[in-house]
């Protein structure tokens, strides 16, 4: 295969500056996310550094040699930002200058300007350097990421393993003379161009899609979330309570349903105001999450309704936890006595079967039957 280097350099050019403004297009349909503005800026950087570092031989040698350099130094920390903001940093901007800064104030000195294999060592050692930054970023963050992230580590650190061979491999050979050289083989200049091409559309790609999964999560996240309470909502609760019910009978393990409503809530709300409710209503989802056990699923279903579905659980044990949540409730401090209290309806896989639909019609029977008998209460379906 033969790398022709004029070609890659047109394609290169080419293609980045496209990836680049669809890259844009993505940021400002995207919310402005601001990882997909510095890749974007990352790209069309790339671009422009390339079309600066092919004007050598045109009696402007600085122009590519340092303002060329000083582009592309800048380009490689805007992939780091990048994948620092992705992992949810701020940008660091004596750290996005550094490359840059270094580059052309070594550019003053003549002994570095004119020696290439020196440029070539220190270009590299800057690349290697984002380039390490960027995977060190992904990496310490791997927890937190929830996404996809190892093709945009592996890439990465694969590109910092290509700059560090140039470090030791390439001795430097002036454009012009790579130019001529393409024609008989392929140069490391070549294989070089080639290489942060496929790694630029690699991590555009990458990325972007880990930008995705990040936003398909969140929206997930908040369909299933009640915003007021923090807990599942019903959609939530029905299918975590379908998935935990199938595994119930697979084990052939009981399973009960708690059917929770706040008393008097509309007289709270009245007397208390909207916020009393409000609190009312977190507090409540807080003693009972506190009172479940991992495995158990709860949600709120209603306005001032919650279910609680308990896996492993016998007639004993969930009227166990029923009563456990009612006292705990009604024993927080409120505007007046008696204020918070909560009737639950429960209903056991013995009479219902595993069936969720079922199971919640009759906690609901059972609540009817706990609210009409004063409320403050919990009461266990029975099928007069
Ligand atoms: N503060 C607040 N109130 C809510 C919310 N959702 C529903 N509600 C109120 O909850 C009240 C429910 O009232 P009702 O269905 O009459 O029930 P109740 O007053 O608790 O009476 P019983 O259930 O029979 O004890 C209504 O006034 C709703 O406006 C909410 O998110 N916040």
Redesign the pocket.
């Known amino acids: 295969m033969q790398l022709n280097i004029p070609t890659l350099m047109l394609v290169d050019i080419y293609i980045l500056a496209l990836v680049g403004i669809l890259m844009l297009h993505a940021w400002r349909r995207g919310r402005r996310e601001p990882t997909l503005g510095y890749l974007a800026a990352m790209l069309l950087l790339g671009a422009l550094g390339t079309v600066l570092g092919s004007l050598r031989g045109i009696g402007m040698d600085y122009v590519p040699l340092v303002i060329g350099n000083v582009v592309l130094q800048l380009c490689g920390a805007m992939n780091w930002t990048a994948m620092r903001v992705f992992a949810g940093r701020q940008p660091h901007l004596p750290g996005i200058c550094a490359g840059a800064v270094i580059w052309a104030l070594l550019c003053l000195n003549p002994a570095f300007y004119e020696s290439l294999t020196v440029r070539v060592a220190l270009s590299s050692i800057v690349t290697v350097s984002y380039a390490g930054l960027s995977a060190f970023e992904l990496w310490r963050s791997r927890k937190s990421l929830e996404v996809a992230y190892v093709p945009a580590l592996v890439l990465t650190i694969f590109h910092m393993g290509f700059y560090c061979v140039r470090i030791v491999v390439d001795r430097g050979m002036p454009f012009e003379q790579a130019l001529v050289s393409s024609g008989q083989g392929t140069s490391f200049f070549s294989l070089l161009v080639f290489e942060t091409l496929l790694y630029a559309i690699g991590i555009a790609f990458v990325t972007l899609a880990m930008v995705k999964e990040r936003a398909e999560l969140k929206f997930r996240a908040a369909a299933y979330c009640d915003p007021?309470t923090g807990v599942g909502n019903r959609r939530a609760f029905m299918s975590s309570g379908e998935y935990l019910l199938a595994s119930c009978e697979h084990r052939q393990e009981p399973a009960a349903l708690l059917l929770c409503?706040?008393?008097?809530?509309?007289?709270l709300?009245d007397n208390f105001g909207?916020a009393a409710?409000?609190e009312a209503?977190v507090a409540f989802s807080r003693v009972a999450v506190s009172s479940m056990r991992k495995q158990d699923v709860f949600g709120r279903i209603g306005?001032?309704e919650f279910a609680c579905l308990l896996a492993d659980a016998d007639d004993e044990a969930a009227a166990q936890v029923a009563e456990r949540i009612r006292r705990e409730f009604a024993d927080l401090p409120a505007q007046e006595p008696g204020l918070l209290s909560v009737?639950i309806g429960i209903a056991g896989t013995r009479e219902a079967g595993y069936d969720l639909f079922r199971l919640l019609s009759l906690a609901d029977e059972a609540l009817y039957a706990a609210?009409d008998k004063g409320?403050n209460r919990i009461q266990r379906y029975t099928a007069d």
């Open positions: 007021l409503d706040l008393d008097y809530f509309k007289r709300n909207h409710g409000d209503l306005g001032e009737s609210k409320r």
